[in-house]
């Protein structure tokens, strides 16, 4: 197995953030492998917002901001404490380019490799990582408020920082579960090793 494989197999989602966030260099960097995603025709459909410190508290009201009006002052609260469960947090925006080849989909698709790679050099660099979305992620009060354009969308909040305590590892389904061979239209077999 090579290093690659061994790291994938190892990586998992991190919620228990702290600071310090990673620095900047670091960051720079992860946002580079993030740019090495898929990218047909090189359109680069993507582009990221890096939040941090006070930052955080103004994305904390702007989902409070969410909420409905029947929403708990504990609803409200917890939407505001959203962004502080991590000294960073970087939004993944899908900005697709007009393109007569390359359809809008496959550009946030691209968009979404990007994130993945760039959540990946995180967690190599030794930073943990959670990639959030939920329904704060396709408001369009939160939208509005993070800047993004017509037709652009989030793909995730990249939350990040230091882990400040290791969580139980996740049981994986075996393969056979969710992969099947196709044999022909309609026809499937079972994924056998």
């Given amino acids: 197995m ?11 989602s991190e919620p228990r953030l702290e600071a310090p966030a990673p620095p900047r260099a670091v960051v720079d960097l992860a946002f580079k492998c993030a740019a090495r995603a898929p990218d047909h025709a090189l359109l680069r459909p993507w582009r990221y917002l890096v939040i941090e410190g006070d930052a955080l508290v103004k994305l904390g009201h702007l989902f409070a901001d969410t909420c409905p009006e029947n929403a708990t002052e504990q609803d409200q609260e917890r939407a505001r404490k959203a962004p502080l ?3 960073m947090v970087i939004v993944g925006i899908a900005s697709p380019k007009p393109h007569t080849k390359v359809p809008d989909i496959e550009q946030v698709m691209s968009a979404a490799a990007g994130m993945s790679f760039l959540s990946l050099a995180l967690a190599d660099a030794g930073y943990g990582v959670m990639w959030r979305t ?10 509005e408020g993070l800047g993004l354009l017509e037709g652009e969308s989030v793909v995730g909040f990249l939350y990040t920082g230091t882990v400040s305590s290791e969580k139980p590892a996740v049981p994986r389904p ?7 061979e196709w044999t022909g239209p309609g026809q499937f077999r079972t994924w056998a090793v």
């Fill in 2 to 12: 090579s290093s690659i494989t061994e790291f994938l197999m190892g990586r998992s």
């Fill in 85 to 87: 469960r991590a000294p």
């Fill in 174 to 180: 075996p393969c056979s579960e969710y992969v099947k």
């Fill in 134 to 143: 939920g329904a704060v992620a396709y408001h369009p009060l939160v939208l």
